[in-house]
């Protein structure tokens, strides 16, 4: 475009010649890029231009001195006006990285299959960053727990293959104060075989190739035993089992929930040996309000009572803990880790003073845990892309 012009320039029939004189402002960065416009000036038109360019007194002015026999009949604006614009559309077409030349490049398949490669690695690292940006995170801080006086929420549901008018439910925290949990905590009395159908839906969902099937495991249950385990379960006949759920406030001290059966370490009609079945299965048992991603060990969990006279522990340890989600929403809640610990007493003369039954046993940690949910800002994103 400039050779153009310029060699439109030098066909005018102006004879004399006239001076012009232009003087740019640049900043020391600029330099580069004005030197390389004077080449380029100088290389078009050698004969009839002579661009000349030198340093001010001042640091940063360069003079542009062009002498030409093409500016006759254009007044000083004019002829201002026409170099101002060549030097512009010099500028337009300069390239801080110029493009290789048709004729130095040479077209290969292999080249091509590196190029199908490096945009397929370019768009799965783009869509690791997106992935990335989009998963939420997680970060962990730890501080002593001064909320004691707090009370805690227990949530409780599971199903025992007993009837409901066998068992009984307290809560007994370390300081000898039993809670009343009667108001809120319902039992409802559900079918073993609708008990069995349910978690078994629930099994093969978790787990296609379990080893032993739901059905047989309280087959199992069910089986009278003979000779010296004559006090083993027997429900023939007895198509029931009990539903237990609720919540119940407990003070923050460690403490005790129970299920037994009546005449069994508490008072109340005494219900007979080979009547116990405490087989269980626990849908829920947590300790404060859920929030995202919160596993509790015991939840969904089936266990199986070998022998009537059989007694289920969980040693139960709480952890305190605070839930910030991104938009800065606090929720207390608690997390729990839990060991387990399973007796049953095969000779019925054995008095250790543990009666049959299902015992949660918790305690509470000094530590409390503060969990952040947060994602990668915007900007860390878009700098990483």
């Known amino acids: 475009m400039l050779a153009r012009r310029l060699q439109l320039l030098q066909r005018t029939t102006a004879v ?4 012009l004189l232009t003087t740019m402002e640049s900043q020391s ?5 004005e030197r390389h416009i004077f080449d380029k000036l100088r290389e078009l038109a050698p004969t009839k231009l002579a661009v000349t360019d030198s340093s001010g007194g001042c640091g940063s002015m360069y003079v542009v001195e062009i ?3 093409c500016f006759r009949g254009l007044n000083r604006v004019k ?6 614009a060549l030097l512009k559309e010099e500028l337009k077409e300069m390239h801080g ?9 040479a077209r290969t398949s292999l080249g091509g299959v590196l190029s199908i490669l490096a945009l397929l690695a370019v768009v799965v690292m783009l869509a690791s960053e997106i992935r990335e940006y989009l998963r939420y995170k997680h970060t962990h801080s730890f501080a002593i727990d001064a909320e004691v006086q707090q009370k805690v929420q227990i949530n409780l549901g599971l199903t025992v293959a007993m ?3 066998f068992l009984r439910v307290d809560v007994l925290d370390a300081s000898g104060t039993s809670e009343n949990i009667h108001s809120s905590i319902t039992t409802q009395s559900v079918s073993q075989r609708s008990m069995i159908t349910d978690i078994g839906e629930r099994l093969r969902s978790v787990n296609q190739a379990a080893d032993m099937h739901v059905h047989d495991i309280f087959a199992l249950a069910s089986k009278r035993r003979r000779g010296k385990n004559a006090g083993a379960v027997d429900v023939k006949g007895v198509d029931e089992a009990c539903r237990i759920e609720g919540s119940v406030l407990v003070s923050k001290v460690a403490g005790l929930l129970h299920i037994t059966a009546h005449g069994h370490g508490h008072g109340g009609a005494y219900v007979p040996r080979h009547m116990l079945n405490f087989t269980h299965h626990i849908d829920e048992l947590s300790f404060g309000p859920l929030y995202p991603s919160l596993i509790n060990p015991l939840d969904d969990t089936l266990h199986f009572a070998s022998h009537s006279l059989a007694a289920f522990r969980y040693f139960i340890s709480v952890v305190p803990t605070l839930y910030i989600d991104p938009a800065g929403y606090r929720l207390p809640t608690n997390q729990y ?3 387990e610990y399973y007796k049953a007493r095969l000779d019925p003369m054995d008095s250790d003073g543990k009666p049959p039954g299902v015992f949660f046993e918790y305690s509470f940690e000094s530590i409390a845990i503060t969990i952040r949910e947060h994602r990668t800002s915007l900007v860390v994103f878009l700098v990483r892309v």
Do not use: F, H, I
């Open 79 to 84: 002829q201002t006006k026409l170099v101002n």
């Open 337 to 339: 880790a839990v060991n």
């Open 163 to 165: 009837p409901c008018s």
């Open 67 to 69: 002498e030409a026999e």
């Open 97 to 105: 990285m110029r493009k290789v030349d048709g004729t130095y490049q």
């Open 16 to 19: 004399s010649c006239c001076r």
């Open 29 to 33: 960065t600029g330099t580069s890029g």
